[in-house]
């Protein structure tokens, strides 16, 4: 049993640790930090796949969530939107997971992970809300340029864009991984 709690958790930091990967490269350009959500719809999918196919029961998405949440804060990014995003978009994804099927769905593995993977959004959505503020608080982190080009990419026609490219690129990639997928039953994870 230990064992079997290792592994949920060293494959839930992968996946975390995907999204701190992506996050350290928004220190280079803005549009890395803002958009965050795009790479990591791509890198994250192996770590969250493997947690949902390796163990599938109830709980996997909420754990990468609050895993999520808690290397924001100790790095000092959390607020409460993020916090807000990562509850409500981790209670869907499971629910997706159990509409589907937690043991047999690849649909509910697909469309949890589209889901899971606009938390990062819940973190940079303080931008569209309060720009001004955020900029005031930030201003002696950023470099001139990059300050310069955060008012340029904040429209909301590229927020949706970026939205629909995540989802898109989300779903393609959970799909390919779960073109051979064998769905264990619960039983059978157990037992192993």
């Known amino acids: 049993m230990t064992k079997k709690v290792l592994r949920v958790l060293a494959l839930s930091l992968l996946y975390v640790l995907a999204f701190f990967i992506v996050e350290v490269a928004g220190w280079f350009h803005p549009y890395a930090w803002t958009y965050a959500a795009v790479p990591a719809a791509v890198i994250a999918a192996w770590p969250y796949f493997k947690l949902c196919q390796r163990y599938p029961i109830p709980g996997m998405a909420m754990l990468c969530a609050v895993m999520l949440l808690l290397l924001n804060f100790i790095l000092g990014q959390g607020h409460e939107f993020l916090a807000l995003g990562c509850f409500i978009f981790g209670f869907i994804a499971e ?4 509409l589907f099927g937690n043991c047999r769905g690849r649909w509910g593995v697909i469309s949890s992970y589209a889901v899971m993977s606009l938390i990062p959004f819940s973190k940079t959505c303080v931008l569209w809300i309060d720009y001004d503020t955020v900029l005031d608080m930030d201003i002696n982190n950023m470099r001139d340029i990059y300050y ?23 779903v393609l990639t959970m799909w390919v991984l779960t073109l051979h997928w064998r769905p264990r039953d619960k039983y059978e994870v157990f037992q192993s």
């Open 95 to 98: 629910g997706l997971r159990k």
């Open 148 to 170: 310069a080009s955060m008012g340029r990419m904040l429209s909301w026609s590229m927020l949706g864009t970026m939205i629909v490219i995540t989802l898109v690129l989300a």
